[in-house]
């Protein structure tokens, strides 16, 4: 009986699980059939991704044998595609080793010219001689008398936009007492140089000099007073900001604003006067303090250079120009070419000495005391590609002058830029003769001719040459250039004076 019942049980139980297979979509027998096709459909994904992921696992294989392929290449490879370093195509642009390079070579060879002159001529340095560059006779100042005269000049020019401002003097007749105090500015000291036997070249160099300045500061001065005038006619204290009262930002701490008539003060003038500019104005940009280290720095640099100056003059300029002379008399164009390129290095050091030591140290030790804030007194002339960039900055006060008293008058009269800038380079040529050939005593013209033969040469350099070439060519004509003309100054003076006391 009980083998029976277990065999009943076994079939009832495999009729029921038959049966249940067998009925279509119904109940708990559905949804067991759809999770087993559902498992079926993520078996196959799951197959799928596991193949992907086999196939990416091959495909990184294969990019890192080729990499390993490649570095191996790459570590026996010791070639690429580039170019030499040297060549425009390169892209390279850092010489800063073949700049030491250079620096190096200059100091060296200068080194050697230096104890080369030390060998030939001894030590020529005399302080006793610089003063007498300055003194003939200890007792007779002529040319301190004439710096302290140039006051007159300063008050007239004062006192005459005073009586304008208040009416009593016409635009005519100030127009007229202006003309009168400036043509006497230039012509007056000029006249005691070449009469008074006492004034020596440098004296006469330190005459003319500063009365040209106060030419300049004082046209300026009656120039800008003038348009004030005119535009207060207009519109009554309200003027342009260069001209008169300027906004809060262009003064600075406690400064106090002046407006036309207020600024024609005797502080006011001498303040100009002593200012490191030649273009006025009645309220300057100022510094909010004097810095005594810089002011220090400055003053330092201005001594140390000026003895500079007059060492290499007396111990290198010198014994070559008058080396110069034997074949400047024989007309030995090589012997006077070779003489002129040993005198170019020693005069261009010196030249550069100047520029540094007076654009920089003594124009900013005057900007410093007086607190003037405008210390742009030249700009990269040094990066000039053209002669019109190189004279248009490395002296800013003259530059600035020019453009704003001459250039521009001029092309509002209907002169055109060529005959404009012609007109510029005359008026230069002029104060460069004149500084020269007054305290000289003679009339050579060279400076003159120096001065307006850049007006060719700046159309040629700007017209055929380019970048560097424009660059190197500005460079030639100030090294060649200038000693060319001192040699021939040179050599006139002594022609003319020594040659004489020798006959």
């Known amino acids: 009986m009980g083998d029976s019942d277990a065999t009943l049980r076994r079939r009832a139980t495999f009729a029921a699980g038959l049966g249940g297979s067998m009925q279509p979509m119904n109940g708990k027998s559905a949804a067991a059939s759809q999770s087993s096709v559902t498992a079926d459909f993520g078996r196959d994904n799951g197959l799928g991704k596991r193949d992907r992921m086999m196939e990416t696992a091959r495909a990184k294989s294969k990019s890192e044998k080729h990499k390993r392929r490649n570095d191996i290449s790459e570590r026996m490879s010791c070639h690429k595609t580039q170019e030499s370093l040297l060549s425009s195509s390169s892209g390279f642009s850092n010489y800063r080793g073949i700049l030491n390079w250079c620096v190096v070579m200059l100091v060296l060879s200068n080194a050697r010219l230096f104890l080369e002159n030390l060998l030939r001529y001894g030590i020529l340095v005399d302080p006793i001689q610089v003063i007498s560059l300055f003194l003939k006779d200890p007792y007779s100042w002529p040319a301190a008398c004439l710096v302290i005269a140039s006051n007159l000049f300063i008050l007239v020019a004062l006192y005459t936009e005073r009586q304008l401002s208040k009416g009593s003097f016409t635009e005519r007749v100030g127009f007229q007492v202006h003309c009168i105090n400036m043509v006497n500015m ?81 502080r006011d003038m001498y303040y100009f006067v002593f200012a490191p500019t030649l273009c006025y104005e009645l309220n300057f940009p100022r510094s909010p303090n004097i810095r005594m280290s810089f002011l220090l720095r400055r003053l330092f640099e201005m001594l140390f ?68 804030g405008d210390r742009q007194f030249y700009n990269d002339w040094w990066n000039s590609e053209t002669v019109t960039y190189f004279w248009q900055n490395w002296n800013i006060p003259v530059h600035k002058w020019c453009l704003r008293h001459f250039y521009k008058p001029l ?60 660059n190197a060519a500005v460079w030639m004509s100030i090294i060649i250039g200038q000693p060319f003309a001192v040699l021939m100054y040179v050599h006139d003076f002594y022609v003319l004076h020594y040659r004489q006391e020798a006959d």
């Not at 090589?334 to 007076?358: C, D, I, K, Q, S």
């Open 186 to 266: 230039l012509t007056f000291p000029a006249a005691v140089v070449l009469l008074v036997p006492s004034v020596t070249p440098v004296g006469g160099v330190f005459v003319v000099g500063t009365h040209t300045i106060l030419f300049l500061k004082l046209y300026s001065y009656k120039d800008v007073n003038k348009w004030c005038r005119e535009l207060s006619s207009v519109k009554a204290k309200k003027l342009a900001r260069s001209l008169s009262c300027p906004s809060a930002q262009h003064l600075n701490g406690g400064d106090r604003k002046v407006c036309y008539p207020g600024n024609l003060t005797i």
């Open 305 to 372: 250079f000026m003895q500079m100056l007059v060492g290499l003059t007396q111990q290198w300029m010198i014994p070559i120009i008058e080396s110069s002379m034997k074949p400047l008399e024989d007309m030995d164009l090589t012997r006077m070419t070779e003489r002129l390129l040993r005198l170019a290095v020693p005069n261009h050091l010196l030249w550069l000495m100047f520029f540094y030591g007076f654009f920089h140290s003594s124009m900013n030790f005057s900007a410093e005391l007086l607190r003037f």
């Open 411 to 470: 092309l509002r009269r209907g002169f055109s830029k060529m005959v404009s800038q012609s007109a510029v380079f005359f008026l230069s040529a002029f104060f460069h003769e004149y500084l020269v050939s007054i305290p000289l005593r003679m009339f050579r013209l060279w400076a003159f001719t120096g001065m307006m033969a850049q007006i060719p040469l700046a159309w040629c350099v700007g017209r055929y040459l380019r970048g560097n070439y424009g």
